[in-house]
């Protein structure tokens, strides 16, 4: 009698204990993903869009970006940059985020940008030998130019870890491209 109860509820058991493992894996799944392999959009203090800059407006990436070829860091444009162009741009002087551009501007501060791609101290990145080499903006950061914020993503560049620099590097027989040294001192 009650071996029958149990044949009857063993497809009720093990419905269950698959459920309860697929339940497991997905959270364990999300939990990999949310930890390591997430793409990273931060809040800017000034929504500045690129997709109206660089993309609309066809305003070179080197315009802002112009120390990319030449140094280390790309670096982001001075307030200056941007109050050089706006002042005359007069029909979109009342947006609030231009308004919060010339409010910068009056203050004579920088604004606070929130870095979206980074590599720890220890690393020695520098643009200028990869744009040299012409390596493509877009290979490593994405169509930059059709993002409204700019998205770290994590399918182009791996969270920017050790195996994207050397498989890259690998593939284009970059000299000394593996050498510990060519990215630690
Ligand atoms: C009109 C000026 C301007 C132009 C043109 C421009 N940018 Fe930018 N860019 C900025 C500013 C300001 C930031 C910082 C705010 C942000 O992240 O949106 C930035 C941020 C970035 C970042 C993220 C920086 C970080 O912290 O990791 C990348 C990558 C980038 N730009 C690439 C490009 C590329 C590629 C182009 C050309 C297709 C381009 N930009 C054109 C002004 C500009
Ligand atoms: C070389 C010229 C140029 C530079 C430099 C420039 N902009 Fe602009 N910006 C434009 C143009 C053109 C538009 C679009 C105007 C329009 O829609 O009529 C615009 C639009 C904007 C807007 C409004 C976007 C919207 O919602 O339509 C903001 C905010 C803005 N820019 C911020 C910035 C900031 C911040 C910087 C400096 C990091 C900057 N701009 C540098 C030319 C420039
Ligand atoms: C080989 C890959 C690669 C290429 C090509 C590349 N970048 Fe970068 N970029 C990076 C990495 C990695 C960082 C983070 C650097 C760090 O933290 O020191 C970065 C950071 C940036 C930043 C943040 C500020 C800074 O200088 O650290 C901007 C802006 C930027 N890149 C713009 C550009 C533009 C514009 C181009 C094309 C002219 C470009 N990048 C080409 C990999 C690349
Ligand atoms: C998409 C391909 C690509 C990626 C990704 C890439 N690199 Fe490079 N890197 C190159 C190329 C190509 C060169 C060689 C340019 C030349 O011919 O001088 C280079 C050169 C270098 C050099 C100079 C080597 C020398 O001897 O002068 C350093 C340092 C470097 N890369 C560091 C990095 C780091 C750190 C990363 C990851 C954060 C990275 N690279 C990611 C393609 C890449
Ligand atoms: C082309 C550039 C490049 C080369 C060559 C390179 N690394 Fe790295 N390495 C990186 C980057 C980028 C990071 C930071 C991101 C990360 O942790 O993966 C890193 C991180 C590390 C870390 C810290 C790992 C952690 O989890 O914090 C160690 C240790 C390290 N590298 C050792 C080495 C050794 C040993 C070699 C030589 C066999 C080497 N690297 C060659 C780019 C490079």
Redesign the pocket.
Known sequence: MSIGVFEAARPVIKGLIIAVLAIIGAYIGHWVHGATLNDYTPVQPIEFSHEVHAGENEIP??YC?S???RS?????PSVETCVGCHKGLTEVRDKPDVVKLFDYWERGEGIPWV?????PDF?H?R?KP??RGG???Q???GP?EEMARVTRRVDL?EN?RMPWCID?HTEEDVANGRDCLTCHY
């Open positions: 990436c080197e970006h120390w990319a070829g280390a860091t790309a670096g982001v870095k979206v791609h980074d590599t690393v990145f643009h990869h744009i390596v493509e903006c290979t490593c950061h930059v560049n920017l890259c």
